[in-house]
Each structure stands twice: as structure tokens, then as C-alpha cells.
């Protein structure tokens, strides 16, 4: 049974960075998101890892699958933690961001665009150029045998390159890492998804 669960595991991860896991997209305040799943990250770092956050007000909506990218999140957390040895401070920003032409020509397969940001960022031991080329591929990891899959962070980028957005990482070593995720945002507010789906229902029960 453990090797059934672990190969079920495995295969959602693929399918995740093969961008073919089936989704459940719906108009998300990231905002709330974080304050709900804020115990769950607490939980995940223990007493020594400091975490703070700064959400910026009029904080745009973006359509996601909320179970996915609440995973894509701890796995990022769990990374810093992880990065910081168990102790520092870890920051996760919420903010707006628009992306003219100019910029997203000199960012890697960036369509220009209103976003909404979210950035991790760690205290922990930073990753060099060699390291950061090849961090969203499967099977890679710089975590000793056992620990690892090699899967958490092409887990995290199939998610969110399949939800629209871009993902990107930044670091110096003995510094520490930021990852970067840019959602694609203004899309309808949660209320008005669930109206959407409402009138969809009573439409397929008139036929």
C-alpha cells in the first residue's frame, strides 16, 4: 500500500510539471488564501522559522486552483525552512504588478499583462548559477539521498505555468533565495465565479 501511495504521489507530480493535471480553476483572493492557510505554514516551519507577510490592499483576484496552488506554497515554505535550517525569518509577499512590453522582453516567456505577485523569500544558504539553471527539473535536488524527490519545485512550476503564470527564482549564495510567482490577475471576484456556475447549472437543468 505505501508503494501504491508513493507512485500515485509521483504520477500526480508529473502530470503536474507535464501541465496535464486536471484543474479546478475559480476566482481567488490570495490574500484570504494566506490568511487561511497561515496555521498550516506555521505548522510546517516550527517555532524557529519567523514568518511575516505583507499584502498589499486591492489586492487584484486571479483564477486558480486554490488546493494546487496552497501545495505549490508549503512546498516553498518547507524549502526555505529547509534553506534556513530550521531558523531565520521568511517573508511571503502579496502585491499588483503590471508588465509592460519592455519589461517582459527581458523576462523569459513573459506575456505583458496585470499580475498578482507572490514572493517567498528566505534567509537560508542560497543556491549558485549552476544550481538555479537546473532548479525546476525533475529529479534534480541538492537535498542528501532520501530526502528529496527532485519533484517539489517541478511540481511547483507545472502548477503554476499551467494556471497562466510565470515562475521565477533568485539567489546568492550565503544570502539567501526569492522565488517569484506572477498569476495572471483582474479576473472575476469569487462571488461573481460562483454566480457563473450557478447560471451554468440552471441552464444545463432547463435543457
Known sequence: MGAVERGATLSA???????????EPRAVDLGRM???????????????????TAVTGGLWNTLVDVANLENALINLVV???????????????LENCEI???SARLMADVVPGEYVRLSVVDEGCGMGPEVIEKIFEPFFTTKEAGKGTGLGLATVYGIVKQSGGFLF????????????????????TEEETVELKQAEVEKTVEK
Open 79 to 93: 524549502n526555505a525552512r529547509d534553506a534556513m535550517r530550521g531558523r531565520g525569518r521568511l517573508l511571503i509577499e
Open 169 to 188: 527564482a533568485d539567489s546568492e549564495v550565503g544570502k539567501g533565495t526569492t522565488f517569484t510567482i506572477y498569476l495572471p490577475g483582474h479576473q472575476p
Open 100 to 102: 509592460d512590453a519592455e
Open 34 to 52: 494566506l490568511r487561511e492557510i497561515g496555521p498550516i505554514l506555521h505548522s510546517a516551519v516550527g517555532e524557529g522559522v519567523r514568518i511575516e
Open 13 to 23: 507530480q508529473l502530470l503536474a510539471f507535464g501541465r496535464r493535471q486536471p484543474l
